[in-house]
């Protein structure tokens, strides 16, 4: 009996060995922040699923590793709010935004929130449609200069996941709902404050075709996470763009839309994507019209 009660505690000994010995070491706070800053502004992740983005920021940013301010001084906390700053651009993350939130918290505790780190932070409570969190900002910090939000309108009563495009009255946004289940046609992303989507739209309309398919089957999208301006937009829609250009309400309604860089353009068949084009160079304008033409023919469209 002794020599079983021997084996017994010999074997939950080893096994209390055994798990902490095979139990992950967590990376230190300088690993991870050196390989999420890599990863983040490697030009090569551009226009990847968000789902790649993802894994990257629980690979190095694991909950219970990003806590440990301790082991960072100010220059590694200001890399890592850099980091997530830019990882949130690409991916749209929420849980980015959760754990950005945390190191900004932090940086009000060292002192390190200048007015520029408050303007960003506000853009991206903004960008998530987070409106009560951009006002407490502004009025915790009543004289930084914050772009302010303009009055936004809904047309009807939304729930989550519809989906809904935000256009420009006189003075106010108005939010109106939208279905593209079965649209065939061109998505073109792009930005009001965008020197490619402007040369796009200059030289697409330089082309007859190209300038009445665009100006018959195009839908003009800007998104979450571009400043909300009412003169921006209405200037821009008057004048000769062939696409007209309205803000997404928030860029998870777009299961078809995976990169919101500007421009890029999506070609749809029955509510699919068959094509994308990505980017419009001035130089490279021949190269570009030809993308454009290709996309067409695929959807079937002349």
Not at 273 to 294: A, C, F, P, S, T
């Amino acid at each position: 009996m002794k020599y079983m009660w021997a084996f017994f505690l010999s074997a939950i000994f080893v096994m209390g060995c055994q798990a902490k010995t095979f139990r992950p070491d967590s990376t230190s706070f300088e690993e991870d922040v050196n390989a999420i800053y890599e990863n983040t502004f490697d030009d090569n992740y551009r226009g990847l699923p968000t789902e790649d983005y993802a894994n990257v920021l629980n690979s190095h940013f694991p909950k219970g590793n990003f806590l440990a301010f301790a082991e960072i001084d100010d220059e590694d906390l200001l890399k890592i709010k850099s980091s997530l700053t830019n990882f949130l651009l690409k991916t749209r993350n929420a849980d980015g935004m959760t754990r950005l939130d945390t190191v900004y918290k932090e940086m009000e505790r060292r002192k390190l929130m200048d007015a520029a780190a408050l303007k960003t932070r506000h853009r991206l409570y903004v960008a998530q449609r987070r409106f009560d969190e951009a006002r407490s900002l502004r009025a915790r910090f009543p004289k930084v200069d914050f772009h302010l939000v303009p009055v936004i309108q809904n047309s009807k009563p939304f729930k989550h996941g519809d989906i809904s495009v935000i256009e420009a009255a006189s003075d106010r946004l108005i939010r109106k709902p939208l279905d593209v289940s079965q649209k065939t046609g061109v998505i073109m992303v792009g930005s009001t404050g965008c020197f490619f989507s402007r040369f796009a739209m200059e030289h697409i309309s330089e082309d007859e075709t190209l300038n009445r398919l665009f100006q018959e089957h195009s839908l003009g999208l800007m998104g979450s996470w571009d400043i909300l301006s009412i003169p921006a937009v209405i200037e821009y829609n008057a004048g000769p763009a062939p696409v007209k250009l309205q803000y997404v309400w928030s860029e998870t309604e777009w299961p078809q839309i995976n990169y919101w860089g500007t421009p890029t353009f999506y070609f749809l068949k029955d509510g699919e994507v068959v094509y994308r084009h990505i980017g419009w160079l001035k130089e490279d304008r021949m190269q570009n019209l030809e993308k454009m033409r290709i996309g067409f023919e695929l959807i079937g469209l002349r």
